[in-house]
C-alpha cells in the first residue's frame, strides 16, 4: 500500500533538471508532495487532485495521472535550497489520512 | 505566524521506560497528526485528531501508545513501556480542518532513542 518512489537518489549541479516520481497500487484521490531538509520538519509543496486540479506555493510544477495512480514531480534549473528528501503522500480515501512513500534524496552541488 | 511547536527535541531512555512528547498546532487548526518516521523512511500516521475526537487511529500500537488532545488545542503522545523499535522521530502536524485536501504544517520533531 505504501507508494513506491523513484529514483531513491539523485545528485544535480545547479541549473540542472530531476524528476521524481511517485506510483501507487491504488486508487488516489490526491497526492500530496514534501521536501524534507536534514533535521528539520516537512514541508508542504504541492497537492494534486483528482480531476486536474493544485495547490501550492512554490514554483515547481507537477503532473498526476489518476489511471496509473502515478505523480511525478518536476524540478527545472535546480536550486541549492531545492536539496533535500521528497516525500509523495498518497490519499486513497479522500481523509487526507496520509501514506507517504520512501522518499527521494535530492543534492544539488554548485 | 507560529508554527507547530513540540517539545522536547530530543530524548534518550532505556527500554521499558515511559516518555511523553509534547504538541502545540497552529492556533485555530482542528485537525492535529501525529507521525512516526524511522530513520531513512517516509513518515508513518499513528493518530489524527479533529478538535478533540479521534478520527483514526488504525496504526497506533494502543498496548504501549496513547494520545490525547485537551480542549482541542495541545496533544501528548505516551510510549509505555518503549521498545528499541520505537526509536524514531515523532513529528506531530496540523492544519485546516472542515474540508480535505489541504496543507499540513509538521513541527521539527522529537527524536526518540531507545537504548
Known amino acids: 500500500q505504501q507508494p513506491v518512489q523513484s529514483p531513491q537518489a539523485v545528485i544535480l549541479r545547479e541549473g540542472e533538471d530531476a524528476v521524481i516520481n511517485c506510483s501507487s497500487s491504488?486508487?488516489?484521490?490526491?497526492v500530496h508532495w514534501y521536501r524534507q531538509k536534514h533535521g528539520e520538519a516537512p514541508v508542504f509543496l504541492m497537492i494534486?487532485?483528482?480531476?486536474?486540479e493544485q495547490k501550492g506555493h512554490e514554483k515547481i510544477s507537477a503532473s498526476f495521472n489518476e489511471k496509473k495512480q502515478q505523480s511525478s514531480l518536476y524540478l527545472t534549473a535546480s536550486q541549492l535550497s531545492y536539496s533535500g528528501t521528497y516525500f509523495c503522500?498518497?490519499?486513497?480515501?479522500?481523509?487526507?489520512?496520509?501514506?507517504f512513500g520512501t522518499g527521494t534524496r535530492l543534492q544539488v552541488f554548485p | 505566524e507560529a508554527g507547530v511547536a513540540q517539545s522536547p527535541r530530543y530524548k534518550i531512555i532505556e527500554k521499558r521506560q515511559s516518555v511523553a512528547f509534547w504538541c502545540n498546532p497552529i492556533?485555530?487548526?482542528?485537525?492535529l497528526y501525529w507521525y512516526q518516521q524511522i530513520l531513512g523512511q517516509g513518515p508513518k500516521l499513528l493518530i489524527q485528531f479533529q478538535n478533540n475526537g479521534v478520527v483514526d487511529d488504525s496504526q497506533l500500537p494502543k498496548d504501549r501508545f496513547s494520545a490525547e488532545r485537551l480542549k482541542g488545542v495541545d496533544s501528548t503522545l505516551k510510549i509505555q513501556p518503549a521498545k528499541l523499535e520505537d526509536s524514531a522521530v515523532y513529528l506531530c502536524a496540523s492544519s485546516w480542518s472542515g474540508t480535505v485536501n489541504t496543507e499540513a504544517f509538521f513541527g521539527q520533531g522529537t527524536r526518540l532513542t531507545v537504548v
Open positions: 491504488k486508487a488516489l484521490y490526491s
Open positions: 492556533s485555530g487548526h482542528a485537525t
Open positions: 494534486l487532485l483528482k480531476g486536474g
Open positions: 503522500g498518497t490519499d486513497p480515501y479522500n481523509t487526507d489520512k496520509l501514506i
